[in-house]
């Protein structure tokens, strides 16, 4: 099964939704090649961080601070339910397009290890609250997984795989992309498309019905 899917390094929805599909392909024991693609949720942000992500939504929604406030709250709940410990309300908000790069290099180069490499990246963002942005701490997270620090750190020091993630960053809204996370699961000639961050029982039921080919009367659109 190749499963390609469009996530964000700053999206919780992005993180709950792949532990929750990875738990799936796993008590289904399904070989699975997995594909992230980028999708920037805030693509005008700093490597620095600005705004709080209170703030940041507010402005991006147009909501009050209570309510900004009050769904960070609930995110946070759901990935708790999940037995994720996300600390989403002081995440350290930078840009994800160094992120991207980096995933999309391990992808090409060191493709056994681009999921764990993903995984890394959401655990450093939302629980540890760290900048990743920072080529330190994307060089420090690669170098965890046994990549070589001074093949990581030339390689974002440059503009190296910039070019690559825009074309995609493209590609998504020719698709009509317009939120994430969104997922492509593909096997033999079938694909089915799934959007949102479904629990896990779902994904299971989806992936079923799609390897019995099932997903003809069914549309998760």
């Excluded at 999708?39 to 005008?44: A, G, I, K, V």
């Excluded at 992120?99 to 655990?123: C, T, W």
């Excluded at 079938?190 to 989806?206: N, W, Y």
Aim: one cysteine or more; aromatic letters at 10%; a negative charge.
């Amino acid at each position: 099964m190749r499963i390609i899917y469009w996530n964000d390094f700053n999206c919780p929805n992005s993180y709950i939704g792949l532990v929750r599909l990875k738990w799936a392909t796993d008590e289904l024991d399904l070989d699975v090649e997995w594909e992230m693609k980028p999708f920037e949720l805030y693509p005008t942000l700093f490597d620095e961080p600005i705004n709080s992500i209170t703030t940041q939504n507010i402005i991006k929604y147009g909501i009050t601070p209570e309510d900004a406030k009050a769904q960070i709250e609930e995110t946070e709940k759901i990935a708790l339910n999940d037995g994720l410990k996300i600390n989403y309300k002081d995440i350290q908000l930078t840009s994800s397009r160094n992120a991207h790069r980096l995933v999309k290099y391990v992808q090409k180069k060191h493709p056994n290890i681009s999921q764990d490499l993903i995984f890394k990246i959401f655990e450093a963002n939302f629980i540890d609250n760290r900048i990743i942005a920072n080529i330190d701490t994307l060089v420090e997270i690669a170098s965890e997984l046994g990549l070589d620090d001074i093949e990581i750190r030339n390689m974002l020091e440059s503009d190296s795989y910039d070019f690559e993630v825009r074309v995609e960053e493209e590609e998504a809204i020719v698709m009509g992309v317009e939120a994430i996370p969104l997922y492509f699961l593909n096997i033999s000639e079938e694909q089915l498309v799934v959007p949102g961050a479904f629990e896990k029982e779902d994904f299971k039921i989806a992936l079923v019905d799609l390897m019995n080919g099932e997903i003809a009367s069914k549309s998760y659109l």
